[in-house]
């Protein structure tokens, strides 16, 4: 869908200010005007009246127009020769040498040779082309962004577990939980202006844990940094979970009324003690039991989660498991 543009005159300025949304490749697509002066862009910043931005961009978008305009930004197809140097050739010269390699694989490898693998496309264009080009060129190996370790997993296990690929996506109701784990993302680099909410939260009474193996931006501004060893995120939430119904703190009724397999699941949790856990995780017993029960009895409370926890082999069973964690009682998310 092509975003609406809505053109209007900056009076006693001289200038025209287009109303459109930040084309970056981080699928917020928040509000922006572009300031033109005589058919120039001269500046960019957030829309005022935006409800979720607040009239703010973050570095990404603020940084577009540098983007769009930079000295060092490549204007013509470059040749890498032997000696590594790289030569400036004709546009026509280009497609012609990229369409007789692709010619020289396919007639001596077949199409399959080849591998179609976009980078991240916030609208779809990249991929959609790529598609049909490599459909007419005979290649059945289509992939896309998500067709990796971090973002596919992830939407695959909330799909298996939700019925939906994002079930945290409005961060408008952040500011109403007591308490926000944030775990294995770092939105006030990732997504600045949903940190905007996780302060708001705070700010209000809510308490911040972050986990993460590293201290992240997001992490200096918790009031509680816990540090499992990388990979570990799943041993984790099976400990908190096993403390949480040693303790007798999970919430029965829900369990009962919108759960399904809940029993045969409780014999693997029983299997992660906070001992076992501490030993995988490199965390504390004392940390683990800390953690679960806060959650547990916190409320309203909420997790938000990213991709950190699916860049490893494991990625879809910890993903699968962290909806679990909410699973054992109401939250606001």
């Not at 991929?127 to 370790?149: A, E, I, M, T």
């Not at 799909?159 to 294995?184: C, K, M, Q």
Request: glycine share 8%; hydrophobic share 40%; aromatic share 12%.
């Amino acid at each position: 869908m092509k975003p609406t543009q809505k053109t209007e005159k900056v009076h006693g300025q001289g200038e025209e200010v287009i109303c459109t949304v930040c084309p970056q490749d981080c699928y917020c697509t928040c509000s922006m005007r572009v300031h033109l002066k005589d058919g120039k862009v001269i500046r960019i910043d957030g829309l005022p009246d935006s409800p979720y931005t607040g009239g703010s961009l973050c570095l990404k978008g603020q940084a577009y127009i540098q983007n769009t305009f930079n000295a060092d930004r490549l204007k013509y197809p470059l040749l890498r020769q032997g000696d590594g140097t790289f030569k400036r050739i004709h546009w026509d010269e280009a497609i012609r040498f990229i369409a007789e390699k692709l010619t020289w694989i396919k007639d001596n490898f077949g199409p399959s040779a080849m591998v179609w693998w976009p980078g991240a496309d916030p609208f779809g264009m990249h991929s959609s082309w790529g598609n049909r080009f490599f459909n007419l060129y005979g290649s059945v190996n289509l992939l896309s962004p998500g067709d990796s370790l971090c973002f596919l997993a992830g939407v695959r296990a909330f799909e298996y577990i939700y019925g939906v690929g994002n079930p945290f996506h409005d961060p408008t109701d952040w500011v109403n939980s007591r308490l926000l784990a944030i775990w294995g993302t770092n939105k006030a680099v990732t997504s600045p202006l949903s940190m905007r909410y996780i302060l708001d939260a705070r700010d209000r009474g809510g308490k911040l844990i972050v986990i993460d193996p590293r201290f992240t931006r997001t992490a200096a501004k918790a009031d509680w940094w816990i540090y499992p060893r990388q990979g570990t995120d799943g041993a984790l939430i099976l400990g908190m979970l096993s403390v949480i119904l040693e303790k007798g703190l999970e919430d029965k009724e829900f369990i009962r009324k919108h759960t399904v397999g809940w029993d045969q699941f409780i014999d693997r949790i029983r299997e992660f003690p906070p001992q076992k856990v501490s030993k995988i995780t490199g965390l504390s017993i004392e940390t683990i039991e800390t953690l679960a029960v806060e959650y547990a009895t916190v409320k309203p409370a909420s997790i938000f989660t990213a991709m950190g926890i699916t860049h490893y082999s494991n990625g879809f069973e910890t993903a699968s498991m962290m909806p679990t964690a909410n699973t054992v009682k109401i939250i606001t998310v």
